[in-house]
């Protein structure tokens, strides 16, 4: 019986090698789906006027009764955090949208990219999904427009939660410097060579992904290097600092979790200390040893670390 058992297991591993080999893409699909799965969440598809919206949802309410909404950086998309919400969505509802432009929601290539464009796209979608207030975090660019979502609608916002937040005026990163000497944007890549440079500058320790798989993501981000491009032109130069949108409104009042990765290359540490400048009520968490996302380098940790501070904060 044990020989039988076995012989089924080793049988069921190469059928899934084989799967990762021969049907990447569908195998990254199944992976994806047992990853939400296992996390509580599932993907919906919502039409907002012309624009149709790809998430993920799912979780338990939360005791005030409000979902927590996350929101990802350039270039990538809501299952930067389904890791991370698996710790999350048995105390409360959490909601992952792909932002328009990215993911598998509307590319609407050539479309308004700006900050302000971004939040009352997302305004529009939480409306219509019926919620009128959350709790709201966001990742790089994604904190950007958590940022300024609060200062534009301070009391539809409970708590901030900004993991090395775009969007502030302050010590110029290794990236930028880099940037700055004549070199292109590393987080838009067009070659196998500068997918693997963009993990090194993202990651201190970058997740292990098999070959094909890796293939599939790679590819994706290639096609889009150029819609990218136009992304972010409207972003730097472009979109007001958070220094600029926060001070003087209601959303300085807000309470904040601030986490940074202490080895963040793409944007400078003291961010975190900027940051919390302008948002009083705010308590700051530097994480050693940890890049730009901490909610993909150390999701569980990211995940405790934001149940303890709402916990402590009665929130």
Known sequence: ML?????????AIGVLIG???????????????????????????????DLKWHLLAGGNAAADGLPLVLIHGFGGNADHWTRTARTLTPRMRVIAPDLIGFGSSDALHGGDFTIPAQVARLHA?????????????GNSMGGWVAGAY?????????????????GLNTTKSEMTLRMEQGHKLPLVVRSAEEFDARMGWVFVTPPRLPGPLKGVLMARDIANADHYDAIRAQLYGVS??????IPNTAAAHIPALIV????????HPDGATALQALLPKSKKI???DIGHCPMLEVPTQAAADYLAWRDNSKL
Request: net charge negative.
């Open 3 to 11: 020989k039988k058992l076995l012989l089924g297991l080793v049988i």
């Open 19 to 49: 799967l990762v080999y021969t049907f990447p893409e569908h195998a990254l699909a199944l992976a994806m789906d047992a990853e939400r799965d296992a996390s509580g969440l599932q993907a919906e598809t919502v039409a907002v006027g």
């Open 125 to 137: 979608l939480l409306q219509q999904m019926g919620v009128h207030k959350a709790h709201f975090g």
């Open 150 to 166: 609060a200062a534009t609608y301070p009391a539809e916002v409970a708590s901030l939660w900004l993991l090395d937040s775009a």
């Open 240 to 245: 007001l600092w958070l220094d600029t949108l």
């Open 260 to 267: 940074w990765g202490e080895k963040d290359r793409v944007l």
């Open 286 to 288: 530097m994480m050693p």
